[in-house]
Structures are given as C-alpha cells and as structure tokens.
C-alpha cells in the first residue's frame, strides 16, 4: 500500500503562481506513471499532467506552456509548477501513481484562483 500526500494548493490570484508536492511514502520507480489530475464540483476529474517511469511528460492542451511535472525519485515526489493561473484552474488537485497492478490517489489539496 502506498499512501500518496499533496500539499502546495492555497488561494492565489489570476496571473500567480502555485507549486504542488506530492510525497509517496513508498518508492515511486515502480510506477508507470505520476500524474496530477483536478475535478470541480459535478464535473469528472481530469488528467492535467502525467510523467512517465523515464520523465516523458504530457500535458493537457489547457496547461500546456503553463504548467510543468517534475519528480525526484531520490524523494519520491512529484512536483507540478503552476504559472500564469486562471480562475478557470480552480478545483481540487489529486496525485495519482499508476501501475499495471493498480493505481493510488491522494486526498486532493485546493487551488483556489481569483480574478
């Protein structure tokens, strides 16, 4: 079992910048891919950013040239780099680690982006 912790969100304003954590307590080598996924209330959670086993990254075409996933696999983290925020990226951040076998969630961290 893998227990994933984000941290990072909080309230900003349009134009700012946020950096989010995500800490696995176990080894994240194992996993095929680390990603950052967002929902808001009545909509389906999102893929907003995924990095592979060796670094390949994709982005979604919203975050594209704003946002940037990063991990260091010395600290088991994962990182997602937030610039030039919009209102319309407020919601609820979940880290995910994906492998064949299954995949593991955080309990999600607020960003909020005012305008």
């Known amino acids: 079992q893998v227990q994933l912790v984000e941290s990072g969100g909080g309230l900003v304003q349009a134009g700012g910048s946020l950096r989010l954590s995500c800490v696995a307590s176990?080894?994240?080598?194992?996993?095929?891919?680390m990603g950052w996924y967002r929902q808001v209330p009545g909509k389906q959670r999102e893929l907003v950013a995924r990095?592979?086993?060796?670094?390949?990254?994709l982005y979604a075409d919203s975050v594209k040239g704003r946002f940037t996933i990063s991990r260091d696999n010395a600290k088991n983290t994962v990182y997602l780099q937030m610039n030039s925020l919009k209102p319309e990226d407020t919601a609820v951040y979940f880290c995910?680690?994906?492998?064949?076998?299954?995949?593991?969630w955080g309990q999600g961290t607020q960003v909020t982006v005012s305008s």
């Open positions: 995910n680690a994906f492998r064949v076998l299954g995949d593991y």
């Open positions: 176990g080894t994240i080598v194992s996993f095929n891919y």
């Open positions: 990095i592979s086993s060796s670094s390949k990254t």
